[in-house]
């Protein structure tokens, strides 16, 4: 059920072992721990290609500057951490200007004060030959109140919730999202997160993931998958829900007595959705609108693919 | 005086106001400070690509992991700080195997162990089109017992030394260098260091930025630099010692008595070297064998030359 990037991370997972008192959280989450004092911090790292993660023929580099923050913000988001600090990696095409640089730097500001994440230092580099541009963004967090919720803590019975509208996001969303690191900090507030993750590779990669860390499965209802309009205007609009990557909205889970709460007392104008629940079968299954229930294929967005 | 990356790092800063009490020590320096708590975490970031950094027609990926790893433990060492973990994320070529990515890792987790530095994370991009390698290291450190050593702190009077053998690294050093992490941190415990970094771009470039973030200017003298086997190879000698980029060697600044209590006492089998003394006047002159004296040209090593 794993795709090329899961087997890989779980191949590098297996080569380092941490020590877990230094290290609470290492490879495979959203986010890494490092225990410094009686302090900790957590870092992520992201690195985005022209022609893979976005199109500098259609997008601008102010775009793909917001864009490449806004994915790690989503990083922390994921967690329920609070954005620090980050640094910037950018490879530069032979014939970069020093105006693409500005135009570059007002995207990644745009964001960095959106989300008062400071940009503090970074690396410029440039290709000799006619490469593509590529830019990379290691991101900083501190966990909020709470510990930061990781994506093997799904109970068998938990609620399965997403924020906002699913699908389509390669219509324009994918360029200019909202990093959802508020409304996570405000759900960590409100209800006990037993797990969490952004979603970048579409519900049928992502929860795969949670299910797998956290040794579960799931039943999601169709008719309940908060359906984008992006969604809507393609043939399938369930299946873009389901499989389509970069929405970067959080999908976490938690008890059905919190679920309730949050449903009731949730009132942020980014919507929350249950979708369905944890089941003790290692499977992973939606129930049609027709009540009939099928297995799902994991197809979402697999960075690796050939 | 200044280069291209130089230009582009000035602008950055001048763009991004830090506070202080957050960020001790912002863009502009080897890494930057990140306040946490009673704690601080320092943070650094590097982008190695294939044809510029390294070429994989000769390079093996085992070497290249180690090169980009060693390359932020030298950063780490520029200031005299210790290596806490590090995220590595790659952009893959299109036929990349499950076999080369394990020889990446080998050479990741020669230089993480070698330098207790733990691999804690990542990201696996791969190119759709046919594009050359990219590999990212993003690093954290922690302060030893006395602060990071910056690049600003040079004094009129310092003595002016370097680690190691200079010039040449491309013949082979550039691929199997050994950061100065340890070196740096017995120097610290041993005498004041007023300013620091790590030779990346040659002293010529590197003891410009030094000169330039601490105002004032340098005599070197020419019968004193430490020349390397390497650089004796080459036709001039002397120009590689002091142009030539990826020595990842030391170059620091400290008092005279000091530097005398420390060619005294130094007993580790890296040498130390005094190469000359910080001036008043802002400029950067070397005194020839001859004893004629000359204006160097900053000619180091330019990532963003074109």
Redesign the interface.
Known sequence: MTNG?DK??S??AS??S?PVSD?PI??GDD??Q?R????S?L???????D???FDLSTATLEQVGYKAMAASISDCAAMATIP??A??????T?EFS?DQ?KQL?SGV?RASKKYSC????????????D??F?I?V?M?S?PAKNKPVRRSGAKVGDCICVTGMLGGSIFGKHLDFEPRVNEAIKLAEMVELHSMMDLSDGISSDLNRICTQSKVGALIEADKIPISGDAQRTENPLEAALNDGEDFELLFTLSQKDCEKLIEQWNESVPVTKIGTITEQSDFQIKMPDGQVKYIQVKGFD??A?
């Not at 870092?43 to 290609?49: F, G, R, Y």
């Not at 640094?87 to 530069?92: F, I, M, N, R, T």
């Open positions: 990037e890989i991370t191949w590098f080569q380092c941490l290290f290492g490879i986010m890494a490092i410094i004092g009686d302090e911090v870092i992520t790292t992201d690195i985005l290609l022609g893979v993660h620090l600090a640094v910037v990696s950018v490879a530069l032979k020093e640089i730097h500001m400071p940009l503090v230092g970074g690396d410029i580099a440039k290709w000799k030959k490469s593509p590529v990379n290691a900083l501190k960075h690796l050939k």
